[in-house]
């Protein structure tokens, strides 16, 4: 059981590695979007670009970034999933391990007792 406990917040740790590089795309991401959003307003602002090219342009680009606002919170829910679900399983098994290891002191301590003996 021991080696499930540590099994266990070893899958934690890594879940949250999982999620800070996620994260770290996502976002990454997302401020690649609004430079090129910010791209866009500076053509459609000049007098030089006014073409359906760049209107179209920004509506992919604001349906990328609403896209990866989305990816965001599905990686952050999906880890609290991962989260909650790690820690029952720690918890059930590390009270599985208590248990176990109150019982075996239990064990333990009958057999080194001297059984009380009887007066005949």
Not at 88 to 102: D, P, R, S
Request: contains cysteine; aromatic residues 8%; charged residues 35%.
């Amino acid at each position: 059981m021991r080696a499930t406990i540590e099994n266990i917040v070893s899958q934690i740790e890594e879940r949250k590695r999982i999620k800070e590089r996620n994260t770290l795309t996502i976002r990454r991401d997302m401020f690649q979007c609004e430079s090129h959003l910010l791209e866009t307003e500076a053509l459609l602002n000049s007098m030089y670009s006014h073409g359906p090219n760049v209107g179209r342009r920004r509506t992919t680009l604001d349906g990328q970034l609403f896209s990866l606002k989305k990816d965001l919170r599905l990686e952050e829910l999906n880890y609290w999933r991962d989260l909650v679900f790690l820690k029952k399983e720690f918890m059930e098994t590390l009270n599985e391990y208590q248990a176990a290891k109150k019982r075996n002191r239990a064990y333990a301590g009958d057999s080194f007792s001297p059984e009380p003996q009887s007066k005949r």
